[in-house]
């Protein structure tokens, strides 16, 4: 598992709407949220060793234009998660 921040090279509405139309094609790309900030997209990839995550990054994610500059941190281990809010 991995987290990508990814900045576009254009920050418009249409350059953001095709960025994230695209990557719902990309089956490793679990959660892709729009943020604020020095990064605009915040992807969460799982693949199923470090040689798939490389090749989605180099050929689906690197290779698509919109994308200007990336930061991936990836897990080391995963001690609380949480699928539903537990709401009052």
Do not use: P
Request: with cysteine.
């Amino acid at each position: 598992m991995a987290y990508i921040l990814v900045r576009l090279n254009d920050h418009s509405s249409l350059a953001a709407y095709n960025f994230f139309q695209q990557i719902n094609t990309f089956e490793e790309v679990m959660e892709c949220s729009q943020i604020a900030g020095q990064y605009d997209f915040h992807l969460k990839v799982a693949t199923t060793c470090s040689k798939s995550f490389y090749v989605f990054f180099e050929t689906k994610l690197k290779a698509m234009a919109m994308v200007g500059k990336t930061f991936t941190y990836y897990v080391l281990a995963e001690h609380k998660r949480e699928a539903a809010l537990k709401l009052s």
